[in-house]
């Protein structure tokens, strides 16, 4: 066993000494694990442990049990020793639910022959066909008679919400961190929100078995990130364990053990829940479920006191909120990877209530004889906004469609908002149309998606930023941190597009597989659109992750108006071959033959800046002359499918979007003076 330990006096040196220092405590040394730091008052020491001491587990006490720092209204009185309770945090696509999928199969919680679902806390319908995590979910693993109550949470940036809410139930987390690519933005958000909160941190890296893997270089910058954001010195000493949740194989060193056992022991080490056996019953609801047979049901984590079916409780959103009764029809908790049922759930574990009909996400379950409500649930605030509103298109009311009202279509909203907490709905000068509000164009497409798959028709408008009011009056929008992966020989095209976008290039970092990580701060507003342009330009091979930075003054210099125009059509009735085929000299289709379009209706993208009208449902003239060369659909080239995604990109402020269950639809805003206002245009 060697150990090295660097001492300097911490006040005078900066951040960048105490990088050096641990490289240096490497480079004297290649057996020595992660160089960490332990600190006080008077100076930091730098020292690192043999590669056999592993992860650490004599933190502490500090740090070790801080994990309820931010519940003020809980006394230190006493730690339950057979409950842990952490959330899994990270970047998008760096593997949280495969590898709680192996933490489930490796748990020992299931017989030989019962058959674990991939990926099976992504149970939503949306959640399986995109590949990610939309909302927080809860299950529980036993292991050495420790029940661990495990939170998967979205890695991606608008679902942040999902998050910041669930990091309320849970004493410690466990940050994944891709062993190639390293830190993210969505991993400094997180991260961030995690030490704020006092949270114990669990740092694993994951997917070390890719080909152009770089844990050690993922370790240093991730020691970098901790060193920026900590809020203690005690929070830049992490554990540090390495995995492949897909080969459900950990261990202390990236050579992996045969399982996950290091990685289930440095959990079992983990922050104990601190409770006060004494003090009256406290639980804040996290979580909203529902189910048909007993209603709706409110998941929370209990800081003191228990819950009991059949006891009559009270229930309210903070200290001026209305105290409101109800009766527990029911209690459960998590076991085992399933929900069961139990007659009474306590201190410092996780439960579901029902009985609360009205129950709202920050409400406190209390005691009708002491109420001691927590402060409500805050998340960041929304930084894009769009309407949604009646159909009012020529073909309103033809689809399969059964909710189609202002009123179903307001009610569906109100009922999103009472679940997510980063969503907000607000009235408009119309009574048809209501103004929503989400952390980017994905969040709200995900609302618009499920919306569309229960069964409603409306119409939305194009997204557009939330602007804020300076302190002296300026107008401030938001800005957002981006990281594009790309090909190296694409790299000059993605810059090329970032930069007419008015974004500043903050860093490059060239990895070893041939590919670059580009980094970017640039306003939420010349975000808008860029994917789809990205993925353009990088023939399919840009990876474009983005999180919300800050809001800085609007920028003036950048130009919202579209680069080119769209085809638009002029009269109704049914597409026809022959007017498809001279559209599509005029620029590039979104519709195929014999599909229904009206005036006003978006039918492809002009090559030229500017709306140009087009008559798609021309029929070429009978005559009695055989054409010499006739022409078939198959001449027609490069029609156009757009997704979800694609439509809320294209469109603009002039133009709307149709939602139905079966179709989408792009129109423009103004159905009437289109071929008017076009001819216009022509003339300037």
Sequence with gaps: MCTLVVVFNMWKAPRVVLQIACQSARSLCPLLHRPWLISNSRGVFVSSGSVCQGVRVGLSSTSTNAGHAHNSSVTETHFVDNIRNIAVIAHVDHGKTTLVDGLLKQSGNYGENEEVAERVMDSGDIEKERGITILAKNTAIERDGIKVNVLDTPGHADFGGEVERILNMVDGVLLLVDAQEGPMPQTRFV?????????????????????????????????????????????????????????????????????????????????????????????????????????????????????????????????????????????????????????????????????????????????????????????????????????????????????????????????????????????????????????????????????RREGYEFQVSAPTVVLKEGANGERLEPVEKVTIEVPEEYQSSVIDLMNKAKGEMLNMEFNANGTSNISFKITTRGLIGMRNKILTATRGHGVMSTAFDTYERYNTSLNDVK??????????????????????????????????????????????????????????????????????????????????????????????????????????????????????????
């Excluded at 050579?255 to 409770?275: E, G, N, T, Y």
């Excluded at 009610?411 to 907490?421: M, V």
Aim: aromatic share 4%; hydrophobic share 40%; net charge neutral.
């Design 563 to 684: 680069e080119f125009g769209s085809l638009v059509g002029s009269d109704e009735g049914v597409a026809k071959t022959y007017a498809l085929l001279s559209a599509q000299n005029r620029g590039e289709l979104f519709v195929h033959p014999a599909e229904k379009v009206y005036k006003g209706m978006i039918v492809g993208l002009h090559q030229r800046a500017g709306d140009l009208p087009v008559n798609v449902c021309r029929a070429k003239q009978q005559s009695n002359v055989r054409s010499a060369a006739p022409k078939d659909v198959g001449n027609i080239q490069g029609i156009k499918s757009l997704s979800l995604d694609d439509c809320l990109e294209y469109i603009d402020s002039s133009e709307m979007l149709e939602v139905t269950p079966s179709e989408l639809r792009l129109r423009k805003r103004d159905l009437v003076n289109i071929k008017q206002k076009t001819m216009k245009d022509k003339k300037k």
């Design 191 to 451: 991260l961030k929100k995690a030490l704020g909160l006092g949270l114990q941190v669990l740092v694993c890296i994951n997917k070390v078995d890719k080909p152009a893997a770089r844990p050690d270089w993922v370790v240093d910058t991730t020691f970098d990130l901790f060193a920026e954001l900590a809020v203690s010195d005690e929070q830049l000493d992490f554990p540090t364990v390495y995995a492949s949740g897909k080969l459900g194989r950990a261990g202390l060193t990236p050579q992996l053990d045969d399982d996950l056992s290091c990685l289930f022991d440095a959990i079992l080490d983990m922050p104990k829940p601190r409770v006060d056996p004494t003090a009256p019953l406290v639980c804040q609801i996290s979580n909203l479920g529902y189910d048909s047979f007993s209603g709706r049901s409110a998941i929370g984590r209990i800081m003191s006191g228990s819950v009991r079916k059949g006891q009559e409780l009270g229930v309210q959103m903070g200290d001026g909120g209305k105290l409101r009764k109800f009766r527990v029809s029911k209690v459960h908790v998590f076991s085992k990877g399933k929900d069961i049922e139990v007659d009474e759930a306590f201190a410092g574990d996780i439960c579901t209530v029902y009985g609360i009909a009205d129950a709202r996400i920050g409400d406190t379950v209390v005691d009708l004889g002491d109420p001691r409500p927590l402060r409500p649930l805050e998340v960041e605030p929304p930084t894009v906004k769009m309407t949604f509103g009646v159909n009012t298109s020529p073909f309103a009311g033809q689809s399969d469609a059964k909710l189609l009202t202002s009123a179903v279509i307001k009610e569906r909203l109100l009922k999103e908002t009472l679940t997510n907490l980063a969503i907000r709905v607000d009235k408009t000068d119309s009574a048809d149309e209501m103004l929503v509000s989400g952390r980017g164009t994905l969040q709200l497409g995900i609302l618009i998606e499920e919306m």
